[in-house]
């Protein structure tokens, strides 16, 4: 809890003294006084020992492929969406029939402000990663801000963002393996019945990569932000701080590909593959009839419980 409270304070102390341009983020003091320094000290020398440790495997990954993988995730993710769209298309439900309240407000608050904060961290980590495209220096280094502070953005939301929806993402396996048999209905144009609760296989994985991978991140972001912290535990498992720092890394990088992933699925879902999605998540209303067919499971239950009644929904 301190070192995050520490973690705000810093990112808005530094981006106060930027604006006001004073020095760089982190100050190395490389006065021999400062005892504990592990980056800036004796450790050093260490470090340069231990390279062979994660130092190869790092440099490797760091110089040939994380750029290359995350080209493949962007243009490859898109493109295949981009032909989804091209040859099955938008798929459109009745909006004249009756419709149920799916996100209330606390629900779709909380969203938004999850969206609020990729939106700043997934374009600003992308500048990191392609900076010498982009003339490095400033630009990049902005970004790095800005990518700090879209991280506090998505603290804020992390634990609401869990609780609102946790119980409705647990996996039922009878359900959610016949919807990953037929992807959900997605590769036809005919509206099919798909077997999903409120929320389906696809939404659920997003889900969990959003939460979990979305705590890994600010983790291995925060190692990476703070570089220089003394954690006894590293020496018993014979790893010493820069070994955690590549680790973090490899991690970040990794872990940052797979959310990029889903993360452009979540868009491409929300705003092109079903008409009234984004609807959804603005008024917090979805039309029964899209229900019916996308969420067949969550539609019986809401018709046992009297919520709807059937005749009010014709079968296409
Ligand atoms: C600009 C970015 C975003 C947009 C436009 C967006 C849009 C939407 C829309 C329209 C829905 C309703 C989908 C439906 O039920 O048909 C939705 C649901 C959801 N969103 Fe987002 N969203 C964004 C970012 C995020 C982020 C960053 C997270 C998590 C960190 C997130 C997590 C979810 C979850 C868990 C759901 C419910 C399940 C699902 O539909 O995937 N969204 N979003």
Redesign the pocket.
């Known amino acids: 809890m301190k070192k995050t409270v520490l973690f705000i304070l810093m990112t808005l102390g530094a981006y106060a003294r930027e604006i006001g341009g004073q020095v760089p983020l982190v100050q190395m003091d490389l006065s021999a006084s400062k005892g504990g320094d592990l980056l800036v000290s004796s450790q050093m020398i260490q470090n340069i020992l231990h390279y062979q440790n994660w130092g190869g495997l790092f440099l490797n990954l760091q110089v040939h492929w994380f750029r290359l993988l995350f080209a493949i995730i962007l243009i490859g993710v898109i493109v295949v969406f981009a032909i989804h769209y091209l040859i099955i298309g938008k798929k459109v439900f009745n909006e004249n029939c009756p419709s149920v309240l799916?996100?209330p407000l606390f629900q779709r608050i909380i969203?938004w402000i999850?969206?609020l904060?990729?939106?700043l961290i997934i374009p600003t980590g992308l500048i990191m990663m392609f900076g010498k495209y982009f003339g490095g220096g400033e630009f990049v280094r902005i970004s790095r801000y800005i990518h700090s502070i879209g991280t506090v953005v998505?603290i804020i939301?992390f634990i609401p963002?869990f609780y609102i929806?946790v119980r409705e993402m647990i996996i039922s396996f009878k359900i959610d393996t016949k919807w990953v048999f037929i992807l959900g209905g997605y590769l036809k144009k005919k509206h099919i019945k798909v077997p999903a609760g409120k929320?389906n296989f696809?939404?659920k994985t997003?889900?969990w990569m959003?939460i979990l991978g979305?705590f890994v991140m600010i983790v291995s972001g925060a190692a990476m932000y703070f570089q220089d912290f003394n954690i006894p535990i590293l020496y018993k498992l014979k790893l010493d701080q820069i070994d955690l720092l590549r680790i973090m890394a490899v991690v970040h990088n990794f872990v940052g590909m797979a959310i990029l992933a889903l993360?452009i699925t979540?868009?491409y879902?929300?705003?092109f593959a079903?008409k009234g999605?984004?609807k959804?998540?603005l008024t917090g209303y979805?039309s029964v009839h899209e229900l019916k067919y996308l969420n067949s499971s969550y539609y019986k239950k809401l018709l046992t419980k009297g919520f709807i009644s059937e005749d009010k929904v014709e079968d296409d």
């Open positions: 799916v996100y969203h999850a969206a904060s990729f939106v998505f939301a963002l929806w929320f696809g939404q997003w889900f959003a979305g993360f979540h868009l879902m929300s705003l079903i999605s984004l959804s998540m979805k």
